[in-house]
């Protein structure tokens, strides 16, 4: 009888199961970025976070979620543990002088990028300050750009908006001249991620 009990289990053993009909579980969304232009509404689900951390002597936060070529990365300076606005503008000394970024940015700083095309393999940058050296001179005149926290460590949460930000890279390439004209309006209607 023994033998019998365990050859049925041998011969039923994976029955009832199904294989490969599952579906995949959906992605966790960190942010929904919507970037306006003149080529319409574009809308991003943005499903990895590359970097989420605040150093606690300098006080800068630093917040990167992305999915494919959409990217978007925040820095807050004497960032707050508790809900809070910051509002970020681009450092005089970053707009006047090709081969030093100066003091960058004020406050907080933006920074976006996404497919140049739907079915596109590059992207473009909009941006409100200047991050390298070398990127040609501009000057951020686009209005209000704010990070608004509505809560802090470990569970940071927020939206972001940023009017005009401008183009400094076209198809994956550094723009050359920049054209202050050519822009992008930012909407990050919420966003979050685990800060340590």
């Known amino acids: 009888m023994r033998s019998a009990t365990i050859l049925a289990l041998a011969v039923c053993t994976g029955c009832g199961l199904e294989t490969g009909t599952e579906d995949p579980p959906e992605p966790v969304v960190y942010g929904s970025l919507e970037l306006t232009a003149a080529g319409g509404v574009a809308t991003y689900d943005l499903t990895s976070v590359d970097l989420c951390e605040r ?71 909009y941006d409100m300050h200047r991050a390298e050296p070398d990127t040609k001179l501009f000057t951020y005149e686009g209005g209000t750009c704010q990070i608004d926290v509505t809560s802090g460590p470990s569970a940071l949460a927020g939206s972001v908006t940023c009017p005009k930000l401008i183009q400094t890279s076209l198809e994956g390439a550094p723009r050359n001249p920049i054209d202050p004209s050519v822009t992008a309006d930012l909407r990050v209607a919420s966003f979050r991620c685990d800060m340590p």
Do not use: H, W
């Not at 006080?59 to 509002?87: D, H, N, P, Q, V």
């Open 55 to 125: 150093d606690v002597d300098s006080g800068l936060a630093k917040i990167t979620l992305s999915a494919g070529l959409a990217r978007l990365e925040m820095k807050i300076k004497g960032f707050a543990s508790s809900a809070r606005t910051y509002e970020c503008a681009q450092a005089a000394d970053n707009a006047t002088e090709l081969g030093s970024v100066g003091g960058k940015f004020d406050g907080c700083m933006v920074s976006v990028q996404a497919p140049s095309a739907p079915d596109a393999a590059t992207a473009d940058g």
